[in-house]
């Protein structure tokens, strides 16, 4: 290498390696904050430290609970929540570990708030407690904030927050929010969006769970793009909406173009449309099961008249309000229940009133050996079982089973393994209740 090139080379090396910084956090108490010391620093002046220095730094934590106290409400990370102004990653300082490490508000104001241009990720995190329900003027977004910014979210969790209007869970607003192996539960808005909000933002959820989130509208996920686009923002796999509950839309309200595959609805309520509620924008859901959900009003999927979109491989197994005019239909392999609601029928392959019991779905939510709760097939005498149509790049179910040549409807694929009990007979069964 020439000498003039390998100096330039050199310092275009120390430039990248000498900008980002790694800040372990030594212990979990909250002090006014000061300089992030080797051996003193809370998270908080990790926070600030990572802030004033350029470059995706990352903070390490460990295994422990690290609990927000200092009140009053600023944009600096000085009190309340903890303000991101520059790219970060925070993770466990084992990063192998299958552990979580907690950041928990316990004042009144949320946990984090991702400022604009930011990218945040977080790996086996837990973020909880945030609580804006005094607040008047910032009242979205009550574990986390993220405006024009963007927050990927792996193995983590956004637990028990609360946003006086919405997205009890997360907020987000012109944003890229991506889920993996997440779980948003038992967050709370008053408003919009119990467990995520997403304002003209895009969402990548994958093995991710939105479970007991309570709104008004949209109890586990409420997404809004007001402008028309052409792209499918809102993109769910493999992926679980289970008792959230809401007045209108329990698990999903929507306006703006969303995809659901491999997917389960089971357990959510709300006084109308128990599971998903489209009321603008295009929809559309491949093997994907509803079920066991509850409306007042005794629907489970509400399809507007100026929603396009379709339907396919999946299982209702309830009611909808399929509003003709919008051009969302079936595009076969789908199963529906009595009463035939959500006009399936034309297509190849769709299976019309059938009684629920005849799927032999486990009335008991489980994992089954895959990372989101879902229902499995009991019996090989499913109608479920080889009813859905090939859809060649989607090879797998929702437990990232594989899909064989003649895919069974709804989120998951039958095993044989997962037959074991049906082939008991009563006298066994009766055996093992003794025997408890
Ligand atoms: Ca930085
Ligand atoms: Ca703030
Ligand atoms: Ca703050
Ligand atoms: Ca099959």
Same mark, same amino acid.
């Given at each position: 290498?020439?000498?003039?090139?390998?100096?330039?080379?050199?310092?275009?090396?120390?430039?990248?390696?000498?900008?980002?910084?790694?800040?372990?956090?030594?212990?979990?108490?909250?002090?006014?904050?000061?300089?992030?010391?080797?051996?003193?620093?809370?998270?908080?002046?990790?926070?600030?430290?990572?802030?004033?220095?350029?470059?995706?730094?990352?903070?390490?934590?460990?295994?422990?609970?690290?609990?927000?106290?200092?009140?009053?409400?600023?944009?600096?990370?000085?009190?309340?929540?903890?303000?991101?102004?520059?790219?970060?990653?925070?993770?466990?300082?084992?990063?192998?570990?299958?552990?979580?490490?907690?950041?928990?508000?316990?004042?009144?104001?949320?946990?984090?708030?991702?400022?604009?241009?930011?990218?945040?990720?977080?790996?086996?995190?837990?973020?909880?407690?945030?609580?804006?329900?005094?607040?008047?003027?910032?009242?979205?977004?009550?574990?986390?904030?993220?405006?024009?910014?963007?927050?990927?979210?792996?193995?983590?969790?956004?637990?028990?927050?609360?946003?006086?209007?919405?997205?009890?869970?997360?907020?987000?607003?012109?944003?890229?929010?991506?889920?993996?192996?997440?779980?948003?539960?038992?967050?709370?808005?008053?408003?919009?969006? !119990? *467990?995520?909000?997403?304002?003209?933002?895009?969402?990548?959820?994958? $093995? +991710? =769970? %939105?479970?007991? #989130?309570? &709104?008004?509208?949209?109890?586990?996920?409420?997404?809004?793009?007001?402008?028309?686009?052409?792209?499918?923002?809102?993109?769910?796999?493999?992926?679980?909406?289970?008792?959230?509950?809401?007045?209108? !839309? *329990?698990?999903?309200?929507?306006?703006?173009?969303?995809?659901?595959? $491999? +997917? =389960? %609805?089971?357990? #959510?309520? &709300?006084?109308?449309?128990?599971?998903?509620?489209?009321?603008?924008?295009?929809?559309?859901?491949?093997?994907?099961?509803?079920?066991?959900?509850?409306?007042?009003?005794?629907?489970?999927?509400?399809?507007?008249?100026?929603?396009?979109?379709?339907?396919?491989?999946?299982?209702?197994?309830?009611?909808?309000?399929?509003?003709?005019?919008?051009?969302?239909?079936?595009?076969?392999?789908?199963?529906?229940?009595?009463?035939?609601?959500?006009?399936?029928?034309?297509?190849?392959?769709?299976?019309?009133?059938?009684?629920?019991?005849?799927?032999?779905?486990?009335?008991?939510?489980?994992?089954?050996?895959?990372?989101?709760?879902?229902?499995?097939?009991?019996?090989?005498?499913?109608?479920?079982?080889?009813?859905?149509?090939?859809?060649?790049?989607?090879?797998?179910?929702?437990?990232?089973?594989?899909?064989?040549?003649?895919?069974?409807?709804?989120?998951?694929?039958?095993?044989?393994?997962?037959?074991?009990?049906?082939?008991?007979?009563?006298?066994?069964?009766?055996?093992?209740?003794?025997?408890?």
């Amino acid at each position: 290498m020439n000498k003039l090139y390998s100096v330039i080379f050199m310092s275009v090396l120390l430039n990248e390696t000498t900008f980002a910084d790694t800040f372990i956090v030594t212990h979990t108490s909250d002090p006014p904050p000061q300089v992030c010391e080797v051996d003193d620093c809370s998270l908080r002046e990790a926070v600030k430290a990572a802030n004033n220095n350029s470059g995706t730094d990352t903070i390490l934590l460990q295994n422990e609970t690290y609990a927000l106290i200092l009140t009053g409400l600023d944009d600096a990370a000085n009190v309340g929540d903890l303000d991101i102004l520059d790219d970060l990653i925070i993770q466990l300082v084992d990063a192998s570990s299958t552990n979580l490490f907690t950041i928990e508000s316990n004042v009144d104001d949320r946990v984090l708030d991702v400022h604009p241009g930011v990218d945040l990720t977080i790996h086996n995190g837990q973020i909880k407690g945030g609580d804006l329900s005094i607040q008047f003027l910032a009242t979205n977004g009550g574990g986390i904030r993220v405006m024009n910014a963007s927050l990927f979210l792996n193995n983590s969790q956004i637990v028990s927050n609360l946003a006086k209007d919405d997205g009890g869970g997360i907020y987000a607003f012109q944003s890229i929010i991506q889920l993996e192996n997440t779980r948003i539960a038992e967050n709370i808005a008053a408003e919009k969006g !119990g *467990g995520l909000m997403l304002v003209q933002s895009q969402l990548q959820a994958e $093995n +991710s =769970t %939105f479970e007991s #989130n309570e &709104a008004t509208s949209g109890g586990g996920l409420y997404t809004d793009w007001l402008l028309a686009n052409n792209q499918t923002n809102v993109r769910i796999f493999d992926s679980v909406f289970v008792t959230n509950d809401a007045d209108f !839309g *329990g698990g999903l309200f929507g306006i703006d173009n969303v995809e659901v595959v $491999n +997917s =389960t %609805f089971s357990g #959510n309520l &709300a006084v109308a449309d128990a599971a998903v509620k489209m009321n603008e924008g295009s929809l559309t859901m491949k093997y994907v099961t509803v079920i066991f959900n509850d409306a007042v009003d005794g629907v489970d999927v509400t399809v507007s008249d100026v929603v396009t979109g379709s339907i396919q491989n999946s299982i209702i197994s309830g009611s909808c309000k399929i509003l003709s005019g919008g051009g969302f239909e079936s595009n076969g392999g789908n199963i529906e229940s009595p009463g035939d609601t959500c006009e399936f029928g034309a297509a190849p392959q769709d299976l019309i009133s059938i009684n629920p019991r005849e799927l032999y779905l486990d009335s008991n939510l489980a994992k089954n050996e895959g990372l989101t709760l879902n229902h499995a097939i009991r019996s090989p005498f499913s109608q479920a079982i080889g009813n859905a149509i090939v859809i060649n790049e989607i090879t797998t179910d929702q437990r990232s089973k594989p899909r064989d040549s003649m895919p069974d409807s709804g989120a998951i694929e039958a095993l044989e393994t997962d037959f074991t009990l049906i082939f008991k007979n009563d006298f066994e069964l009766l055996e093992e209740l003794s025997e408890e």
